[in-house]
């Protein structure tokens, strides 16, 4: 099993084209025997501390393998909507480790 950790940072104005993209990206992972296991749109009122600009949204995801991480990446659907992720945000930090 892998984790994966998004921070996403949306260029402001943008935020339903993100939306649509999320829309397509979301149901895939199920296709690749993933799961989103959390879906957080932080406020300033629910960070405790930070030293980092706030994220849009963060996305807590798990897979059962490298492989079907790798194949959900791939998968040639998700591809023909890149363009509304690469029109709606300005950056990600993706953060990858195991449960211990």
Do not use: C, W
């Not at 921070?7 to 935020?15: D, M, N, R, S």
């Not at 849009?56 to 998968?75: A, G, P, R, T, W």
């Amino acid at each position: 099993m892998i984790y994966i950790t998004q921070l996403i940072y949306v260029i402001a104005g943008q935020e339903e084209i993100f939306h649509q993209f999320e829309d397509i990206a979301i149901p895939t992972i199920l296709k690749y025997n993933g799961r989103l296991t959390l879906r957080i749109r932080p406020t300033e009122e629910s960070i405790i501390e930070k030293n980092i600009e706030k994220p849009y949204e963060i996305h807590l995801v798990e897979f059962n393998s490298q492989e079907d991480f790798d194949n959900f990446k791939q998968d040639e659907e998700r591809k023909k909507f890149l363009h509304l992720k690469e029109k709606s945000i300005q950056s990600s930090i993706l953060i990858q480790g195991t449960k211990l």
